[in-house]
């Protein structure tokens, strides 16, 4: 939500389990579902990354569903992003920087500890 995808709190659900392989979740862009994202979640350390093995097999699950989003908390092989730039569907691959990137700035799953302001005097304010 926070991201801008999605209706309400129904819009998206957990669709498999742990270990499993496929997909994670759905979200649903309208009410309708006529426009689905397929998610895949891997939660590897930094030295074991998802190669195209994984992504291939994400595809695979897609069938029908031409948007989808896979999260690592590693990095992705060369083979394994060069598979996803070679495929029709429109597949996001987010990594373990990017991931947190984007944690930090949604605010999700953080909580803000201190917040800094700096201020500049305004000359336009001041006339000069």
Partial sequence: MKTGYGY???A???AGRSHEGGVDGIISEDK???DLIYI???RYSGSNTVG???VQAFVGAMENVQKGVFITTS???KEAVL???RQSKSIKL???KLLADLLVKYQVGINVVQTLSLYKIDSDYYGE
Avoid: C, H, P
Wanted: aromatic share 8%; hydrophobic share 35%.
């Fill in 8 to 10: 309400d709190k129904n």
């Fill in 12 to 14: 998206g659900v957990v």
């Fill in 32 to 34: 309708l579902g006529l």
């Fill in 40 to 42: 895949q979640a891997k």
């Fill in 52 to 54: 195209s093995k994984e």
């Fill in 75 to 77: 990095k992705y092989t």
């Fill in 83 to 85: 598979f996803i730039e």
């Fill in 94 to 96: 987010i990594d373990g």
